[in-house]
């Protein structure tokens, strides 16, 4: 069974307010929040992929891609 992203499709990143294209990240920063993130502020701001960590998903189909 495949997860799905299940609330609205987010459509710009939380912190750089760019647009999401291929994917996007649900997950905690190094502030200690949680965010939507593309992959270069995931890269800059966030941390691992996982439980408790955050999760990536395909942005147009919002398929669960990793985490």
Same mark, same amino acid.
Not at 13 to 29: A, E, H, S, W, Y
Not at 44 to 57: A, D, F, I, N, T
């Given at each position: @069974?495949? *997860? %799905?992203? @299940?609330?609205? %499709? ?6 750089? %307010?760019?647009?999401? *294209? ?14 939507? @993130? ?25 398929? *669960?891609?990793?985490?």
């Amino acid at each position: @069974m495949t *997860k %799905k992203w @299940m609330s609205s %499709k987010p459509v710009v990143c939380d912190l750089c %307010k760019k647009p999401l *294209k291929r994917v996007f990240i649900d997950g905690r920063t190094s502030f200690g929040s949680w965010a939507i @993130m593309c992959p270069v502020c995931h890269t800059e701001h966030g941390g691992l992929l996982g439980l408790g960590s955050g999760q990536m998903y395909n942005a147009e189909t919002l398929e *669960k891609i990793g985490g």
